[in-house]
């Protein structure tokens, strides 16, 4: 089962920063956090990944608390092309083939 | 920008009947894996590959199901006798590294058993 905890759905004005928190309050020390995102039916998107530091990239930022037992996942400047279910995903770090095991996700739709 | 492809995007065939889907992973990746998706519902892992074998199985991932990489760029999933259950969404992914490194995901094949 998923290690984490997302609210089902979000809503967010285009243009706006979009903010989407991700509690995984069990993550052990050698989980990084990763976000996918899937567009309708399409195949799951990566978007970004971290261990203990704040990242970014050029499709978003990714901020993890201190204690890493929560992070947000923001979309600086979302558009209409965002709205796409986002998954919050924690996974170890090992040799050899690592599974994604994707909950419910976060619905985010973005408004005109 | 590389991508990984998969054939055929939709696939409809009688229960009982054997189905391959094809996938050509992004070319210099190791790490090959499916899942699947059922309409509504969550992306559920199947199987990972890696050095010509499988390195995990799920529980969905039972006889029915076999894997294969027949040359250097395919990868193909064969469900042997097809069930109405097994109509999905079918997602190919790879990866350069199984650690920390990203999966890429192919657009999906559209399962439909009749």
């Known amino acids: 089962d998923a290690k984490t905890t997302q609210p089902p759905s979000m809503d967010c004005a285009e243009g706006r920063a979009a903010n989407l928190p991700c509690n995984h309050s069990?993550?052990?020390?050698?989980?990084?956090v990763y976000w996918y995102r899937q567009i309708h039916s399409q195949g799951p998107q990566y978007i970004i990944h971290g261990l203990k530091n704040n990242e970014t990239n050029e499709m978003a930022s990714l901020i993890i608390t201190e204690d890493r037992k929560s992070s947000t996942l923001i979309l600086p400047h979302a558009t209409l092309r965002d709205t796409a279910v986002y998954y919050c995903i924690v996974r170890p770090v090992h040799q050899g083939a690592q599974k994604l095991v994707f909950g419910q996700g976060t619905r985010l739709t973005i408004n005109p | 920008e590389p991508e990984v492809t998969q054939t055929p995007s939709h696939q409809v065939t009688q229960m009982g009947q054997e189905v391959i889907l094809r996938c050509v992973p992004i070319s210099n990746h190791l790490y090959f894996y499916w899942y699947r998706q059922i309409l509504g519902q969550k992306v559920e892992f199947l199987v990972s590959f890696y050095n010509n074998e499988i390195s995990e199985k799920s529980e969905i991932f039972d006889d029915q199901f076999s894997v294969e990489r027949p040359d250097g760029s395919n990868f193909t999933l064969k469900i042997r006798s097809t069930k109405l259950e097994d109509s999905a969404m079918y997602f190919c992914?790879?990866?350069?590294?199984?650690?920390?490194?990203?999966?890429?995901f192919g657009p999906g094949t559209r399962l439909t058993v009749t």
């Open positions: 992914a790879s990866s350069d590294s199984g650690g920390a490194y990203e999966q890429y």
């Open positions: 069990t993550i052990s020390g050698n989980e990084y």
